[in-house]
């Protein structure tokens, strides 16, 4: 299994597993059987989990993050009255062959992630924004 960051949003899909029972909480969860017979709460070895993004998502502006190619993006920050009414951040493409796209966060990573957050801002205090 890869390393994964606490915080870390990802997919989980859980293949080939036996359903037994909804569970008595009002949650929707649900009680499996794992391949090995296990039951319980435990993730049974089919499931398969894949990185949606990574623990530093969403970006903010100022963020200078980097694509699987290698490109890197700009976290910028829209904060125009006439057409919005709360600033936010978009992604600007650096020096790439990316023709300086910008566009929302979710369509790069979509588009071109996985993302890897190289550089974030600090904040007036010195914490991140």
Do not use: C
Not at 2 to 12: L, N, T
Not at 83 to 100: F, H, I, Q
């Amino acid at each position: 299994m890869a390393d994964f960051q606490v915080g870390e949003v990802v997919d989980i899909t859980i293949k080939g597993v036996r359903f037994l029972a909804p569970a008595e909480d009002e949650g929707g969860s649900v009680v499996i059987r794992a391949a090995d017979g296990t039951e319980g709460w435990i993730m049974p070895p089919q499931a398969e989990i894949a990185r949606v993004a990574p623990a530093e998502w969403p970006p903010q502006p100022g963020d200078l993050w980097r694509d699987r190619d290698g490109d890197t993006w700009h976290g910028v920050l829209v904060d125009d009255n006439d057409t919005v009414d709360e600033p936010y951040t978009v992604l600007g493409a650096g020096r790439s062959s990316k023709n300086n796209a910008v566009e929302e966060p979710g369509q790069i990573l979509e588009w071109h992630g996985p993302l890897a957050l190289v550089h974030r801002e600090q904040q007036d205090g010195g914490e991140a924004r």
